[in-house]
């Protein structure tokens, strides 16, 4: 018996029940797949101009032919629509509208969320609370923006590890870098005031930090509290002589100009920041179109979608106009709360910028189209080496990281057609298994990758590299025999006799093992996906490991504060010192008496731990401290 055929969608019929509202629209398939998301001042004209007589584009006729239902949300003003429709975007993905990749590559400046917090650099996830300023272009424009904070506002930049075992002043402090808040010489009113002044000026908000100061300066001199306006004093010609090297350099204080260039739907936008007159560089964008030729289309939806997770800078130049100008530019001010300027058709130096800009967004487009002809070649050439009908869509590397079998960490790379999906990469944390049973540990990951997803309808990969010999094969063959994992083609990575790049022994799906040599196209992607596997497997066990390091199992041991940590670490140089002390050496230990000794042996040599006692015991200052299960401070 067939099956009919699901009628296509009735867009007049539905257009005719809108409302003249501003709101956003949602075009669904059947497969409840979201296809676009769409604004509109209002709704009914927008959504009809879809199904008009009106010639559109293959893109939008693709699009229509796949749409099965519609789902419309008003909004108040089409200000809210924008936002929403950002929102959705970001969240939903959708099939034809153009999306701004996320890059998590490029390092911010992160103040962390804490009773003392800490400023530094940070690449990667926001997973640590706090505030993040940026994107910046380099890791040199973030050094030296650092380096300038430091110099203006004292704050620490050291580790919670380090911060919270510190019993004099470090090198920072005696340089004038940082005002000691480790061991209490700034009171937490002024380092609280400090941290916000920092915020102030990486917010570009120089001008308003300045008349602040000045007003802080007047006030001190008033209730003649001199050394403080002197010192208020000092750090307001800082700023000014920043300011005043600004207009000196003609730079504009809070400036981004955007140029895009376009190569078929290929597009390469190029953002040159300004912040505070400091030129932060350019940073190039490949924002995925979804079929779109359109450049103004393109770029309009870059900025909206940009600026609506980066805090926007008072003025945005762009090489030319794009839809909805004024729209974005009011939403942008409404939610930043400032006004917010975007200009086209600029002159004298802004011309130059945007000059600057096109050029630079021209150079990074023939490179990222080169890079892909070159990355089409290599895949190409893997295709061939292995004799698959078609081009790999999809390649996962698996490789295994520890040291000596400690903090073993497993990861899983995702290669596509365009390159690295690093959304999708993966850690295994290993555990259950013999120290350094590298066997084990890449069958646990196998096993634990493809099993969810032949329970979960997961996706699974065409090529599936492992870096290791015959032996680490074996075990991935054996999952995916076990789970009825088919049409993956399993190849091995193994180094050469003189482990030499280039000289690396592939093991065929088919059991032949081949040396493709250093020429061979099909070998260098294997290269490229395999070093990102062993980079990303490295970084996750070098975390791990300096997680169980910087916390230790001494935080774990009831009795143990800051002050006897700090005291155990530094009498035996170290975390491994006092693994190796018996029990009668970590007694000598300022602090420490027998019965405590004898938990912390046994807590780090993984021992039945002794019952606690209830008697209070002597600190190195004389007083007492209780030893049940409540933790002390020292």
């Given at each position: 018996?067939?099956?009919?055929?699901?009628?296509?969608?009735?867009?007049?019929?539905?257009?005719k029940?809108?409302?003249?509202?501003?709101?956003?629209?949602?075009?669904?398939?059947?497969?409840?797949?979201?296809?676009?998301?769409?604004?509109?001042?209002?709704?009914?004209?927008?959504?009809?101009?879809?199904?008009?007589?009106?010639p559109?584009?293959?893109?939008?006729?693709a699009?229509?032919?796949q749409?099965?239902?519609?789902?419309?949300?008003?909004?108040?003003?089409?200000?809210?629509?924008?936002?929403l429709?950002?929102?959705?975007?970001?969240?939903l993905?959708?099939?034809?509208?153009?999306?701004?990749r996320?890059d998590?590559?490029?390092?911010y400046?992160?103040?962390?969320?804490?009773?003392?917090?800490?400023?530094a650099?940070?690449?990667?996830?926001?997973a640590?609370?706090?505030?993040?300023?940026?994107?910046?272009a380099s890791?040199?424009?973030?050094?030296d923006t650092?380096?300038?904070?430091?110099?203006?506002?004292?704050?620490?930049?050291?580790?919670?590890?380090?911060f919270?075992?510190?019993?004099?002043?470090?090198?920072?402090?005696?340089?004038g870098?940082?005002?000691?808040?480790?061991?209490?010489?700034?009171?937490?009113?002024?380092?609280?005031?400090?941290?916000?002044r920092?915020g102030?000026?990486l917010e570009?908000?120089?001008?308003?930090l300045?008349?602040?100061?000045?007003k802080s300066?007047?006030?001190?001199?008033?209730?003649?509290?001199?050394?403080?306006?002197a010192?208020?004093?000092?750090?307001?010609?800082?700023?000014?002589?920043?300011?005043?090297r600004?207009?000196?350099?003609?730079?504009?204080?809070?400036?981004?100009?955007?140029?895009?260039?376009?190569?078929?739907?290929?597009?390469?936008?190029?953002?040159?920041?300004?912040?505070?007159?400091?030129?932060?560089?350019?940073?190039?964008f490949?924002?995925?179109?979804?079929?779109?030729?359109?450049?103004?289309?393109v770029?309009?939806a870059?900025?909206?979608q940009?600026?609506g997770?980066?805090?926007?800078?008072?003025?945005?130049?762009?090489d030319r106009?794009?839809p909805?100008?004024d729209?974005?530019?009011?939403?942008?001010?409404?939610?930043?709360?400032?006004?917010?300027?975007?200009?086209?058709?600029?002159?004298?130096?802004?011309?130059?910028?945007?000059?600057?800009a096109?050029r630079?967004?021209e150079?990074?487009?023939?490179?990222?189209?080169?890079?892909?002809?070159?990355?089409?070649?290599?895949a190409e050439?893997?295709?061939?080496?292995?004799?698959?009908?078609?081009?790999?869509?999809?390649?996962?590397?698996?490789?295994?990281?520890?040291?000596?079998?400690?903090?073993?960490?497993?990861?899983?790379?995702?290669?596509?057609?365009?390159?690295?999906?690093?959304?999708?990469?993966?850690?295994f944390?290993i555990?259950?298994?013999?120290?350094g049973?590298d066997y084990?540990?890449?069958?646990?990951?196998?096993e634990?990758r493809?099993?969810?997803?032949m329970?979960?309808?997961?996706?699974?990969p065409?090529?599936?590299?492992?870096?290791?010999g015959?032996?680490?094969?074996?075990?991935?063959?054996?999952v995916?025999?076990?789970?009825?994992?088919?049409?993956?083609?399993?190849?091995?990575?193994?180094k050469?006799?003189?482990r030499?790049?280039?000289?690396?022994?592939?093991?065929?799906?088919?059991?032949r093992?081949?040396?493709p040599?250093?020429?061979?196209?099909?070998?260098?992607l294997?290269q490229?996906?395999?070093?990102?596997?062993?980079?990303?497997?490295?970084?996750?066990?070098?975390?791990?490991?300096q997680?169980?390091?910087?916390?230790?199992?001494?935080?774990?041991?009831?009795?143990?504060?800051?002050?006897?940590?700090?005291n155990?670490?530094?009498?035996?140089g170290?975390?491994?010192g006092?693994?190796?002390?018996?029990?009668?050496?970590?007694?000598?230990?300022?602090g420490?008496?027998?019965?405590?000794?004898?938990?912390?042996y046994a807590t780090l040599?993984?021992?039945?731990?002794?019952?606690k006692?209830t008697?209070?015991?002597?600190?190195?200052?004389?007083?007492?401290?209780?030893?049940?299960?409540?933790?002390?401070e020292?």
């Amino acid at each position: 018996m067939s099956i009919a055929a699901a009628p296509a969608f009735d867009g007049k019929a539905f257009v005719k029940h809108l409302s003249t509202a501003p709101g956003v629209y949602r075009m669904i398939a059947a497969d409840d797949a979201v296809l676009y998301v769409g604004k509109a001042g209002a709704l009914k004209n927008r959504v009809s101009s879809y199904f008009n007589a009106t010639p559109k584009s293959a893109r939008i006729m693709a699009m229509l032919a796949q749409t099965a239902r519609m789902e419309v949300t008003v909004t108040r003003t089409e200000a809210e629509a924008l936002i929403l429709e950002n929102q959705l975007i970001k969240s939903l993905k959708p099939r034809y509208n153009v999306l701004l990749r996320d890059d998590k590559s490029y390092p911010y400046v992160l103040m962390t969320q804490e009773a003392w917090p800490r400023i530094a650099m940070h690449r990667g996830p926001r997973a640590i609370p706090g505030r993040y300023f940026g994107p910046y272009a380099s890791v040199g424009a973030v050094r030296d923006t650092l380096n300038l904070m430091h110099k203006l506002f004292k704050l620490r930049s050291c580790e919670d590890s380090v911060f919270r075992n510190r019993s004099r002043p470090c090198l920072q402090h005696q340089i004038g870098r940082c005002s000691a808040p480790c061991v209490g010489l700034v009171a937490a009113r002024d380092y609280a005031e400090s941290v916000r002044r920092s915020g102030l000026f990486l917010e570009g908000r120089s001008d308003e930090l300045s008349e602040e100061l000045a007003k802080s300066m007047e006030a001190a001199s008033v209730r003649l509290d001199f050394e403080e306006a002197a010192r208020l004093r000092d750090l307001l010609q800082s700023i000014r002589s920043l300011q005043a090297r600004q207009y000196v350099d003609g730079r504009a204080a809070d400036l981004d100009v955007l140029a895009i260039a376009m190569h078929g739907v290929t597009a390469c936008v190029l953002l040159l920041a300004f912040r505070d007159g400091r030129n932060l560089g350019t940073r190039a964008f490949f924002p995925k179109t979804n079929g779109s030729e359109n450049a103004e289309e393109v770029l309009a939806a870059f900025v909206s979608q940009y600026y609506g997770e980066q805090t926007p800078p008072r003025e945005i130049v762009l090489d030319r106009d794009i839809p909805d100008r004024d729209l974005i530019e009011h939403a942008l001010s409404s939610t930043s709360d400032r006004r917010v300027q975007i200009k086209c058709n600029v002159r004298a130096e802004r011309a130059g910028y945007v000059d600057l800009a096109r050029r630079n967004a021209e150079l990074a487009l023939a490179a990222e189209r080169t890079s892909h002809a070159a990355q089409h070649a290599r895949a190409e050439g893997l295709r061939e080496l292995l004799g698959l009908d078609a081009l790999p869509s999809r390649i996962e590397c698996f490789d295994i990281s520890h040291t000596m079998g400690e903090a073993t960490v497993a990861s899983c790379v995702v290669f596509d057609a365009q390159g690295p999906v690093r959304g999708q990469y993966r850690r295994f944390n290993i555990a259950g298994i013999e120290p350094g049973d590298d066997y084990a540990a890449m069958h646990q990951a196998i096993e634990r990758r493809f099993r969810r997803a032949m329970e979960e309808g997961g996706v699974t990969p065409d090529i599936l590299l492992i870096d290791g010999g015959a032996g680490q094969v074996a075990q991935a063959r054996a999952v995916l025999d076990d789970l009825g994992v088919e049409g993956v083609a399993l190849v091995g990575v193994a180094k050469g006799p003189e482990r030499r790049p280039g000289e690396e022994e592939l093991l065929l799906p088919d059991g032949r093992t081949v040396r493709p040599g250093a020429e061979s196209p099909a070998l260098q992607l294997v290269q490229q996906v395999r070093d990102e596997a062993h980079r990303f497997a490295i970084t996750g066990h070098r975390g791990r490991r300096q997680k169980a390091r910087n916390t230790s199992r001494l935080e774990d041991i009831a009795g143990i504060g800051p002050r006897r940590r700090a005291n155990l670490l530094r009498h035996f140089g170290g975390l491994g010192g006092l693994k190796a002390a018996g029990v009668e050496e970590i007694a000598r230990v300022d602090g420490i008496n027998d019965a405590l000794a004898e938990r912390i042996y046994a807590t780090l040599h993984g021992l039945d731990v002794p019952d606690k006692p209830t008697e209070r015991q002597p600190t190195p200052s004389g007083t007492t401290e209780p030893t049940g299960n409540a933790r002390s401070e020292g």
